[in-house]
């Protein structure tokens, strides 16, 4: 009996922690704390290293953590760093809203106007009347030459805004084509 005893303990003792792996949820939680601590300080480039340790010390990281990475790289300017981590947010949770503009915003700054209207489409799903959504589609729809589909955007921005006079203009001019 002793020795049964003896080696459940040393099995959990010795043996059980190298199968709970290197880093505990504690770990992850600190380099999260630590990420938001850097953020607030606007310390970006410390910020990022710190989500991305999370990241490293999670099993599963969650959109959550890749969708602050993409967004922070987003601000630092690096935009095919913003949309890796965007992809990757975007995958464990497909209407994640901070992925999206950031895909979003990536796809219209590289003038890539026809992937951008798919995930503005998915963001309108969600917000309808996200005005920031709309005028993006409205200038992905105009950039593609879709008149029709820019009408009627421009129609659903009056909607929730009837004051904008530069889409009733645009409107117009449309109207007279």
């Given at each position: ?5 003896v080696?459940?303990t ?63 790289y ?8 913003a ?25 219209i ?5 026809k ?63």
């Open positions: 009996m002793k020795i049964t005893i080696f459940i040393a099995f959990f003792l010795f043996v059980a922690p190298l199968y709970a792996g290197p880093f505990s949820d504690t770990d992850a939680l600190t380099a999260f704390s630590m990420g938001y601590y850097y953020l607030y300080n606007n310390e970006f480039s410390m910020a990022i290293q710190q989500f991305e340790l999370c990241a490293r010390y999670l099993k599963e990281p969650s959109s959550l953590v890749y969708s602050i990475i993409a967004d922070i987003s601000i630092e300017g690096e935009q095919d760093k949309a890796e981590y965007a992809r990757k947010a975007l995958e464990l949770d497909p209407g994640n809203e901070t992925s999206l503009q950031v895909i979003t915003a990536v796809l700054r590289n003038n890539n106007y992937d951008a209207v798919v995930y503005l489409e998915k963001m309108l799903e969600k917000q309808p009347d996200n005005l920031q959504a709309l005028f993006f589609l409205a200038e992905s729809y105009s950039e593609l030459n879709n008149d029709e589909k820019l009408i009627k955007i421009y129609e659903k921005i009056l909607q929730y805004r009837p004051s904008f006079i530069d889409v009733r203009l645009n409107l117009a001019y449309l109207y007279t084509k």
